[in-house]
């Protein structure tokens, strides 16, 4: 089974600097998908990035962005010019890419929530 | 643009009680899912459904059922609430799986107080 460990429950950064937040995954597929979900507090969970393993260009999304190392099976979250509007928990997850039915569930990681400070 | 929605955001219930979650999608979406949330836990799959009249468990499925009659509408069912079932419930959809490039969609999630 594939597990998810982001190892930093809470981190913290000054506004405008950046940030990066860290991921590890275990699984014996070739081939998923790899995603940064955000949730801010009281509000709806948002994908934030998405990345596929067969792909070695790291994903990015304005002031988003991956490192993703797939041999080390690692896949880091960095964040640019941190905002206010930027705090909130961040939830690493995988999907593997199959297509069949119930290999479309995520897998998450327990989450690290950011703060940033003005 | 998807949106998921679900019946209410904040319930408080008593032990013994049956409750029931409601989730609807409107992107006619074949695969609907059920997450618990809790502190130092992350999301946990409860059960999810690929199709009409169709579930699987996922890993933490005692103490729920489910139920799914219409491919927009996914319920999830508390049989007999307990306490250690007080917790963030999140629903969320899934497009065709040729939609590689797609991924979960979440509702705004129901806080579970059993009392």
């Known amino acids: 089974a594939q597990t998810v460990t982001q190892s930093q429950p809470e981190m913290s950064v000054q506004e405008a600097e950046t940030v990066t937040l860290s991921c590890t995954y275990d699984t014996s597929e070739s081939d998923y998908y790899l995603f940064w979900y955000k949730q801010p507090p009281s509000r709806q969970m948002i994908l934030v990035i998405r990345?596929?393993?067969?792909?070695?260009q790291n994903a990015t999304e304005n002031r988003f962005s991956v490192n993703f190392q797939k041999a080390a099976k690692s896949f880091s979250l960095k964040i640019s010019d941190s905002q206010l509007g930027d705090a909130a928990m961040y939830f690493c997850?995988?999907?593997?890419?199959?297509?069949?039915?119930?290999?479309?569930?995520?897998?998450f990681g327990k989450g690290t929530k950011l703060t940033v400070n003005p | 643009d998807v949106k998921v929605t679900q019946s209410s955001r904040y319930l408080v219930k008593r032990t013994g009680e049956k409750v029931f979650l409601e989730c609807v999608q409107d992107m006619d979406h074949e695969n609907m899912f059920w997450y618990r949330q809790d502190p130092g836990l992350g999301l946990r799959l409860i059960y999810f459904?690929?199709?009409?009249?169709?579930?699987e468990k996922g890993d933490i499925p005692e103490g729920y059922s489910v139920s799914r009659e219409k491919k927009e509408r996914f319920s999830l069912i508390l049989e007999s609430a307990s306490t250690n079932q007080t917790s963030m419930y999140l629903c969320?959809?899934?497009?065709?799986?040729?939609?590689?490039?797609?991924?979960?969609?979440f509702g705004p999630g129901t806080r579970l107080l059993v009392l």
């Open positions: 990345q596929e393993a067969y792909k070695q």
């Open positions: 459904s690929y199709d009409v009249k169709m579930k």
């Open positions: 969320a959809s899934f497009g065709p799986p040729w939609a590689a490039q797609e991924t979960q969609y």
């Open positions: 997850a995988y999907r593997s890419a199959l297509t069949q039915g119930g290999s479309e569930k995520l897998v």
